[in-house]
């Protein structure tokens, strides 16, 4: 494998974190910006082009942790994470653990609820301490993107104090490490009246056209912080639910498969050549200046 001096790849690395309290661990891929050239490379179905264990640039760069939605994968947010390693940024992308595409044991439970945000501030904690990348990681730099249910996670983590139907408080722990968050048609449910702990800033992203997670989601969270200035919210025109995930290969692209599936006229393609760049442009306004 090559290196140069200047040339910007990304480099990757794969990570197990593990849950001692409850016994389970889970994967976490890790990017980054490296010299050493890349390779295309299969994560699954997928195809990247990154360095495997390559050496980071010097130098300190924040931490953006992605969390997926409902039943996911930490590898459908690919055009998001590749572009922010590439400009300056480690990125983070675990599988929650029992709410995944392999297993989904844990979906509409409590447990779920609590462990998600736990489980992203272990990834936080593991990347921290990690011989390769810990000394690379600006701690006072740290960032949330959450798609989906991977909103509730992100809103959770930052001061949200969500509830049951039932009214009954979720034990979640807020992360005060976490400084800004990104909310791509988040699920918001859990938070009616409870984001009054919620400061740091927001951008917050949602689809035109969102059978899962409709209009009244955004507004929770517009409605509900204190200081709704810090909210910068847009709805995607003509967007779906799953228009925020990076585009499937042609293998995988078919109407049965929901994710793959946009609104009739929307280019899934070109919509994620602007939307790394915006979510990048928010995090360097908020963690870089």
């Not at 050496?55 to 760069?61: E, K």
């Not at 929650?96 to 904690?125: C, F, M, Q």
């Not at 960032?143 to 979640?172: D, E, K």
């Amino acid at each position: 494998m090559n290196s140069t001096d200047s040339a910007v790849f990304v480099g990757s690395r794969q990570l197990q974190v593990t849950d001692k309290t409850k016994g389970v661990s889970f994967p976490v891929l890790v990017q980054y910006p490296t010299h050493q050239s890349s390779i295309a490379t299969a994560f699954g179905p997928y195809i990247m082009d990154v360095s495997p264990d390559a050496t980071i640039i010097a130098g300190q760069f924040p931490l953006v942790v992605i969390s997926h939605g409902n039943g996911g994968s930490h590898l459908l947010y690919r055009s998001i994470s590749m572009h922010l390693a590439r400009n300056g940024y480690i990125v983070a992308l675990p599988e929650h653990y029992g709410n995944n595409r392999n297993n989904n044991a844990l979906e509409n439970t409590d447990e779920n609820l609590i462990i998600r945000p736990k489980h992203i501030s272990l990834t936080i904690d593991e990347l921290l301490s990690e011989n390769c990348l810990g000394k690379s990681i600006d701690a006072h730099k740290i960032a949330v993107i959450g798609h989906s249910m991977g909103g509730y996670t992100a809103l959770a983590l930052a001061g949200g104090i969500p509830r049951t139907r039932t009214g009954q408080v979720i034990a979640v722990t807020a992360d005060a490490r976490v400084r800004a968050i990104v909310l791509l048609a988040p699920g918001t449910g859990w938070f009616m009246h409870s984001l009054g702990q919620v400061y740091i800033p927001i951008l917050m992203l949602t689809a035109e056209h969102d059978g899962i997670t409709p209009d009244w989601n955004a507004e929770i969270v517009l409605n509900g912080v204190p200081d709704p200035s810090k909210v910068h919210f847009r709805k995607v025109t003509n967007a779906g639910h799953f228009s925020f995930l990076s585009p499937f290969p042609a293998a995988m692209k078919h109407p049965g498969f929901l994710p793959a599936t946009d609104p009739p006229g929307f280019d899934r393609e070109q919509f994620h050549q602007e939307l790394p760049m915006e979510i990048l442009a928010f995090l360097n306004s908020e963690l870089k200046t």
